[in-house]
């Protein structure tokens, strides 16, 4: 009985968060929680979102565990462990690197994989009102082009939700 990851996959202001708690909520499936060294946002919860940890845990992590995805955007570091998605349904927040990263390194995990799409106006509404937009988020937003093309002109999803408003 293989278990399946399903990944949802969308660029910043897409939704990603929103669609998976709906589909995490419907399917009875957990949120699979990654790892960040990023500052915590309002209302998010510790071990919630993710798990919020410092620089020293991170390299602690990547010295000792499995990392299924590892990414690195500015100066800020995520990643998703082996340990927590073996032989489990769960619901996964990637990026097309990381998907790339699980399909080249761990041919034993299934992977259904779901892209969140919304428009770029809606998209840029989105991420705007989000507190750490100036310091962070303008970055990501920009480097997103380049990994998006590829996943976008070879149509890597298994299904695809319009999300825009």
């Keep these: ?4 990851i ?3 996959v969308g660029r910043s202001g897409s939704g990603k968060d929103f669609i998976g708690n709906i589909l995490s909520r419907d ?3 957990p949120m699979l929680v990654t790892y960040t060294t990023r500052e915590m946002r309002e209302g998010e919860i510790n071990g919630k979102e993710h798990w ?3 620089k020293q845990q991170m390299d602690y992590i990547k010295n000792n565990k499995q990392m299924i ?3 690195k955007i500015g100066e800020v570091e995520y990643c998703g462990l082996y340990e927590d998605v073996v032989d489990k349904d769960i619901i996964y927040i990637i990026n097309p690197n990381g998907i ?4 080249e390194h761990f041919k034993d995990l299934e992977l259904k ?4 799409y919304a428009n770029e106006k809606t998209r840029e509404q989105r ?3 989000r507190s750490d937009y100036e310091s962070s988020y303008k970055k990501r937003y920009e480097s997103e082009d380049e990994e998006f093309k590829e996943f976008e002109e070879n149509q890597e999803w298994d299904y695809i939700i319009e999300n825009s408003i």
Excluded: E, H, P, Q
């Design 1 to 4: 009985n293989m278990s399946v």
């Design 6 to 8: 399903r990944c949802i």
């Design 27 to 29: 399917l009875g499936i």
């Design 52 to 54: 919020f940890i410092n």
């Design 69 to 71: 995805a590892y990414t």
């Design 100 to 103: 790339k990263y699980i399909k």
């Design 113 to 116: 994989i779901i892209y969140v």
């Design 127 to 129: 991420v705007k009102s």
